[in-house]
């Protein structure tokens, strides 16, 4: 990792990472919260995240052709435009009304989905397109490292923000992290050799088509494609977690808006700590088998929160959870990194992403119709069954991913 960051390209790719990873993270922290505690705000903000994750589900195959047919670069940098103009005109209409409407926060929330949306795909892409193969273990765990720092920091400072400043304070700050974020990957040496003649002015209705051709390629692997997707349950639970966190703090916890951002300071921090140990962890068992053993840490933490709803053991659960959601997440990603070829590698991402925010999509709706009847804990309690059948799978699976050399 420390040859690594003697790379002027990685060193500009996390610095201007953690810019942009720290605004949109205040602003993700801070938004559902004001959402809950509105009159009927877990109603609010479950069909907001149900109807931003259809949106976003309907979008994405169309740009994952797009990436794949495009400077992966210039992708990322209207990314980092897009997050600066949605967000720095929502700080002007709040700074311009003097006051935040419930519709103001929905937009600010679905935004700063759509920009997670555009920029994880591309950087995904333009990291595997622009180092060597060799890096891709420590480029992994460093950019996961970056992403954790910056939402510990983001965590933080929202548990500072909420409540005490305006939230086009809290949305200026973020719209200026995005503009840091644009001007230092600007200057990141880039060449699109992925590209063909002719493929620039292919047709966006294309895009379905271009998601099954990716299919292809997966389904050709059918054990590696169903250790996959097991693989990414933890990080759909995740997301479904972000819904369920705020009312959780609110309402079994009745605790305050620190209580919420110490919280995601500790899910970070346990995303660091995946960071600088699942490299030591996969040299000693492998890949493979380090995704399994961190898969059971998650549900550790899932299990936690069932059963036990005290302040201290939240932090310890969102730990844990933090821990194995990121461990799983950058074993699997050195192993896609290896596996797939750069030249659909877009695509790829997208087709996972696309079943993630389908099946996000039903989870939310679940949750949402079920919350207020069956509480956060029992929700909690769904999530880690969930995750204890995608355990079962990934153990069964596992040979695949050994068998393909990165175990």
């Known amino acids: 990792m420390h040859s690594l960051l003697r790379d002027s390209r990685a060193r500009r790719l996390v610095i201007a990472n953690l810019f942009s990873s720290v605004g949109s993270g205040i602003t993700i922290v801070a938004v559902p919260w004001m959402l809950v505690n509105h009159e009927g705000g877990n109603q609010t903000f479950g069909w907001t995240t149900f109807w931003t994750t259809v949106v976003l589900f309907l979008f994405i195959p169309y740009y994952g052709a797009w990436v794949d047919r ?5 992708m990322l940098l209207w990314g980092e435009v897009f997050g600066f103009g949605a967000t720095f005109c929502m700080a002007l209409v709040a700074l311009v009304t003097g006051r935040v409407e419930t519709w103001q926060l929905v937009v600010t ?35 996961e490292v970056q992403g954790q720092i910056a939402s510990m920091a983001a965590g933080g400072l929202a548990s500072l923000l909420i409540g005490r400043v305006e939230l086009s304070t809290i949305l200026l700050i973020d719209a200026s992290s995005y503009l840091v974020g644009l001007v230092l990957m600007g200057t990141i040496p880039y060449e699109s050799t992925h590209l063909k003649p002719g493929t620039t002015t ?46 959780y703090v609110s309402q079994i916890l009745r605790a305050s808006p620190a209580v919420y951002g110490i919280g995601e300071m500790a899910f970070a921090g346990g995303a660091v700590l995946a960071g600088l140990s699942v490299p030591l962890l996969t040299a000693r068992i492998g890949q493979a088998k ?46 896609v990194l290896h596996l797939v070829p750069n030249a659909i590698m877009g695509r790829v991402n997208v087709f996972f992403a696309a079943f993630e925010r389908f099946w996000r999509t039903v989870l939310i709706l679940t949750m949402t119709l079920g919350v207020d009847h069956l509480g956060a804990r029992v929700c909690f309690a769904l999530l880690v069954v969930l995750n204890l059948g995608a355990f079962a799978g990934l153990l069964a699976t596992r040979h695949a991913a050994e068998d393909s050399g990165n175990g």
Not at 70 to 74: G, L, M, N, P
Not at 207 to 228: D, S
């Open 70 to 74: 495009h400077s992966r670069k210039a």
């Open 109 to 143: 929330f679905f935004c700063g989905w759509l920009y997670y949306t555009l920029h994880y795909p591309a950087k995904f892409a333009f990291v595997q397109q622009i180092f060597d193969r060799s890096q891709y273990q420590a480029l992994t765990s460093m950019m």
């Open 202 to 247: 292919a047709a966006a209705s294309s895009a379905w088509h271009a998601v099954a051709e990716a299919w292809r390629w997966l389904a050709q692997r059918p054990t590696l494609l169903w250790f996959f997707i097991c693989s990414f349950v933890p990080f759909l639970a995740v997301m479904v977690s972000n819904y369920l966190f705020p009312i």
């Open 290 to 335: 380090s995704t399994v053993a961190l898969a059971g840490v998650f549900i550790a933490g899932g299990a936690l929160l069932t059963v036990w709803p005290v302040t201290g053991v939240f932090y310890a659960a969102l730990l844990l959870m933090g821990l194995g959601n990121a461990g799983v997440r950058v074993a699997r990603n050195v192993i």
